[in-house]
């Protein structure tokens, strides 16, 4: 018994030390992040053929399929935009308000782990937010949707998920022994180009995304990623340097695709940097940042080796974004079969036909004048007189569109059948038209000034963002080379600007001339949608709205 004891000691001796001296890549720990970013209930495949909820899951199910040959655990996050406005998402705004959103039941069948919060998550308001989240399918592993940035104590509904679980600021992705750290980040900007409500929302993103990284940390995390929603791959790369103890950042909202080969994009699909970009943190060690495009064309896939101190040693050969195309879940397919019914329906209901081709690509609408701008804000204008009278509002002079709410971002040719399906396309946000008490010929020249501060001298056309306005019932002339309006994230007015030159309403009365308000110039009446009317993009119009319909 005696010298059992010592040859047992012998070899636990023995055994530390071979233990001891195991090299520390034997402490490794690989796994396969698979990501997406702006699906943006894109439910069905492009003309192209890519893309699509059913093919999205079927080729998700290969990537992981692929890792678990492997033996290498895989996580699922989305960067954000899980839905929105369009025909497909009208089909579950017809349902009855205690039914799950179509996109929640589909997106059940992904199984993520975790979805930020992006600001189009935000454009029904946080009832029909709640109502999202809530519908994803019980009986499947529930996600947790994050930002740390967003306060929703002001909110019941979402709140309420708060204290459930279901939202929160980080969490803890469990896989064997190893645990992952995820915060979630939303745009600062989210009050001026969605509809939060009384979400609050904390500007200070780099404090609110180190405090939960710190929480992490201090609970011995690692492991460490950021999935943010700040609206482009180049705010992440600024905010990287102020940061520590992050590990890899996934972006969204900005449609922007890294990669490594033009064999791993799409044709025609354009890469704009490494899969993954190295940017270096505060404390100069390497976070590693990758991002896709969004409509579910594409898988983001990032394989990733920690050592024993979550530090990244390695990046898988077979990382990448990998196109959607050629694999088909049929359980998506058939609970999509009432949204396509619904599409079609809406497809078939021809309303008009064009003689020439409209113009309403992103690029174009967002910078530029066009004609699907005119014809927009000239339905507006139309619909507003019509209907003034019997409302009791003043009969607008003008109208404004802003370009964020054209969505169809496409020529249709001219000979072209215009359906149902056609105008929400085009206008597919649930807006009213309003008519806004009038406003004077200053701030009539600032909310101009407004929606032209963010074009760039040198920038492509689109690069005026959503602000740019389409207009009815007036012209302007704009200098880009003249100092832009800035208006802070709280609607503080920073400069007011000096790009606008003239103004000179349909009846050819002068409003602004030579850059100046010209003396005496009256009150002007303006149409806009409601959204615009708030406040949204900063137009700053908050005055009392008197809805039509």
């Known amino acids: 018994m005696f010298k059992f004891r010592i040859l047992s000691l012998v070899m636990m001796l023995a055994f530390a030390a071979f233990i001891s001296i195991v090299p520390a890549t034997a ?18 495949p492009a003309a192209d053929g890519y893309g699509g909820a059913a093919q999205f ?14 033996q290498i655990p895989s996580i699922l996050l989305s960067s954000g935009d899980n839905f929105l406005a ?16 179509y996109d929640s039941r589909v997106l059940s069948t992904f199984v993520y782990d975790a979805l930020c919060l992006g600001n189009h998550d935000f454009d029904f308001g946080p009832e029909f937010l709640a109502r999202f989240i809530n519908g994803f399918d019980p009986t499947r592993k529930a996600p947790v949707f994050l930002s740390a940035n967003l306060d929703f104590s002001g909110e019941p509904s979402l709140q309420a998920l708060v204290e459930t679980g279901k939202i929160a600021a980080s969490t803890k992705v469990f896989r064997g022994r190893e645990v992952i750290g995820i915060v979630g980040l939303t745009t600062p900007n989210l009050r001026n180009i969605s509809s939060p409500r009384n979400v609050r929302v904390n500007v200070a993103i780099a404090q609110a995304v180190q405090t939960e990284i710190d929480k992490l940390t201090a609970s011995g995390v690692n492991k460490i990623i950021l999935i943010s929603h700040l609206q482009g791959v180049e705010e992440d790369l600024e905010l990287i340097p102020t940061l520590r103890n992050v590990d890899i950042v996934i972006a969204g909202g900005g ?42 064309r594409y898988v983001g896939n990032l394989t990733v080796t920690f050592d024993a101190n979550g530090v990244i040693t390695n990046i898988g050969d077979n990382s990448g974004p990998v196109p959607v195309i050629g694999k088909v879940n049929p359980t998506v397919t058939n609970l999509l079969e009432p949204v396509s019914a619904f599409v079609n329906s809406l497809d078939a209901t021809i309303i008009g036909r064009t003689e020439v081709d409209l113009d309403g690509r992103r ?122 309006a800035q208006i802070a994230v709280d609607g503080t007015v920073l400069n007011r600007g000096s790009r606008v030159v003239t103004i ?43 809805h039509l319909v």
Do not use: C
């Not at 991002?291 to 579910?296: A, P, S, W």
């Not at 000034?449 to 959503?466: F, H, L, Q, R």
């Open 27 to 44: 402490q490794s720990f690989t796994v396969q992040i698979l990501h997406n970013n702006d699906g943006e209930s894109k439910l069905f």
């Open 57 to 70: 899951l079927g080729t998700l199910n290969s990537l992981r399929f692929d890792a678990f040959r492997n």
């Open 86 to 101: 369009s025909p497909e998402l009208q089909a579950s705004l017809n349902l009855p308000a205690d039914q799950a959103p």
């Open 255 to 296: 449609d922007d695709i890294l990669a490594n080969d033009p064999s791993q994009v799409i044709p025609g699909d354009i890469i704009e940097g490494a899969y993954p970009t190295i940017v270096r943190d505060a404390n100069g060690n390497q976070v590693y940042v990758v991002t896709t495009g969004g409509d579910y």
């Open 363 to 484: 690029n174009s609408i967002r910078g530029v004048e066009t004609n699907e701008g005119n014809l927009v804000a000239d339905a507006f204008l139309w619909q507003a007189r019509e209907l003034a009278a019997s409302f009791g509002t003043a009969t607008p002079d003008v109208a404004i569109a802003n370009g964020g709410g054209i969505r169809n971002n496409n020529i249709i040719a001219a000979g072209s059948d215009i359906s149902v399906r056609t105008t929400f396309n085009i206008l597919p946000f649930g807006n009213f038209v309003s008519v806004v008490n009038p406003i004077s010929a200053d701030q009539f020249k600032f909310i101009m000034e407004n929606s032209v501060a963010n074009i760039t001298p040198a920038g492509p056309a689109g690069d005026g963002t959503g602000r740019f306005a389409q207009v009815a019932g007036f012209t302007f002339e704009y200098d880009v080379n003249g100092t832009p």
């Open 504 to 546: 000179t309403l349909s009846d050819g009365t002068k409003i602004v001339e030579n850059g100046v308000v010209i003396a005496g110039a009256r009150n002007v009446n303006v149409v806009t949608t409601d959204f615009t009317a708030r406040g949204g993009d900063q137009f700053l119009l908050k005055l009392a709205l008197q």
